[in-house]
């Protein structure tokens, strides 16, 4: 079931990668790079910071299959993916539930403390998407726009307390993906965005 | 004492992360995702290098604290911390003697030859802002002005020559740091800058 | 032998970072981290990957010696540098074989899977040239033109073959590092070029 959800995800990001990589003018092979970044990247982060070697995304060939063969698929059809980008979002916002919510498990089986789970679990789930942006040349788009950031955070801080709690791991995953996929798709729906700073009166330089 | 010079180091990176987060335009959650990363992304990049699990910037959390702290007051009350300007800078100074030093010394007492521990303690002082800038689609500041990275080298140096010759750590640190510090100061003052190589005459694309 | 080119390529590299940096007007210490950067990144992205600390760039100091060398001739050369580009990019070639090959094989040594392992390889062979556009404020070049990662995936794939059918180390390397110089040069020769995406009729934002 996780793992499927798991596939799904990977799915969701692998085409976000691939349709900026097509967008962007990469070659064939720069669009699947950009797919596996993007999919596999924020996993690979977090087991990197974590120490686990070498990192779960580059030994599960499941991952990396799903991930290329999504860059292939986007390379030749992108023009119908683009039309289907409404679903690639609510996809996108069931990966990242899974990703922070499987990223914080983990980051607390492993020892870390809840604050440290909680950062990894948030860098697990936005970091593959700014892997995406930073090769690309943008400011990541997870830090300008429509409560990202904050829904992973949320998310993490569930899995976190739940934890803390006792509550059996699989429920506590499970409500944090809920929560993260459900206020992501309410700030895509009704245009949510987090707050930014007042303009600067005198800006230097 | 150096753990309060470190707290001020991470506060004044965090601040010049947070500051170039809000300029960018980046959302409440964007901003304190800079600051953390500009305060913690350098020492992060070491534990990672070393192969310490999971990097300590994260697992203490009266840095998370200060670094998100300083973002959230940076966010409310940016333009009076722009006017701080200089006093930021100061601290920045400080912040980079006391990360470049600290970094050396544990790649050192975690066996790294004396040229390697230097790299690391580098890399710990300039990493951070290296990654905020790249984040916010800058080529770094610290590879274009000022005498940053180079004041950072030779504070290494006198670390990883100070440890070989068996002066006590905490001596070394200190001395490093000042140079560091002193030398970033006089830079800002006397607005020296590293040499340029010549112009092109015929640049190529 | 193997040292011989592996250094060869080091310098390589070392010269399309520094001859980078001096057309974005870094200035001398900026060019010295970009020459270390590209030469030394790929492979201490695969120390990072594969849990070797400190990465062996770090440690090996005729690594450092020749990738902050070439750095400093290209810094006061760079019109000379930049007429010999020709041949640099031949060493370059040369470089792109060892590391890729020199990078699967360390994963598979490490116990990685074949699939891993080559993907590994190429992060070795194509991830400097990545941090040094990113750090430069560029789309990583290898993902866009002339059948960069595609000549290092298949070197990686060929290692990756040998060592399951049992031919000895030195041999399988060798036949991958010359199929990806070979590859690369003929690609430059030839003007090839992975294929591209098809125009978005309507493009969105």
Do not use: Q
Not at 35 to 55: E, K, N, S, Y
């Amino acid at each position: 079931m996780l793992t499927v959800l798991d596939l799904i995800g990977i799915a969701a990001f692998a085409a976000s990668g691939a349709l900026a990589a097509v967008r962007a003018r990469l070659d064939l092979f720069g669009v699947i790079v950009l797919a596996l970044t993007t999919a596999l990247g924020g996993g690979t982060i977090r087991d990197v910071l974590l120490g686990v070697h070498p990192p779960a995304a580059l030994v599960n060939w499941p991952y990396l299959a799903v991930a290329g063969g999504t860059g292939l698929v986007v390379f030749w059809f992108h023009p119908t993916v683009s039309k289907l980008r409404r679903s690639v979002l609510l996809l996108d916002a069931v990966g990242l539930g899974v990703f922070v919510t499987a990223g914080t498990s983990t980051a607390l089986a492993l020892g870390s403390p809840p604050y440290a789970a909680c950062l990894v679990g948030m860098t697990t789930g936005i970091g593959g998407g700014a892997l995406r942006d930073v090769l690309l040349r943008e400011i990541p788009l997870v830090l300008r726009r429509e409560i990202y950031a904050v829904a992973a955070l949320g998310g993490a801080v569930i899995v976190a307390v739940g934890d803390w709690l006792g509550f059996p791991e699989g429920l506590v995953t499970l409500t944090g993906s809920v929560l993260i996929a459900g206020v992501r798709i309410l700030a895509l729906w009704r245009k949510w965005n987090a707050p930014i700073a007042r303009k600067l009166d005198h800006p230097e330089t």
